[in-house]
C-alpha cells in the first residue's frame, strides 16, 4: 500500500512554485514535502491545466539544475540572482 501525503494548499501552492523554480532541486521538495519527483509530477499533473503542465514539464526534462547529483559545484543556491520574488504563484510587484 502506498503512503500517501495529506497536504495543506499553501503546501501545494508553494511545492508548485518550488517546481517552477529552475535552481531548486527535487531534492529540496523532498527533504521538506517528503514527495519525490514522481510525487511531484503527479501532483502537478493534476493542479494544472494540461497546457501549463505539458510547458512545464518541456522545461524541466533534462535540466541540470533541478537534480543535485546533476548540477555543477557552482550552483550553490535555490534561486537564480536575477529572479523576481514570488508570492502565491503571482509575480511580486516591488
Known sequence: MKKTVELTLVQVDRIIEMAW??????????DQFGLKEQDVITLMRRELKRSSFN????????????????????????????????????VSKR
Open 55 to 90: 510547458l512545464w514539464r518541456a522545461r524541466v526534462q533534462g535540466r541540470k539544475t533541478k537534480h543535485r547529483k546533476s548540477r555543477g559545484e557552482d550552483v550553490d543556491r535555490f534561486r537564480c540572482s536575477r529572479q523576481r520574488g514570488i508570492s502565491n504563484n503571482k
Open 21 to 30: 523554480e529552475d535552481r531548486t532541486p527535487f531534492d529540496a521538495i523532498l
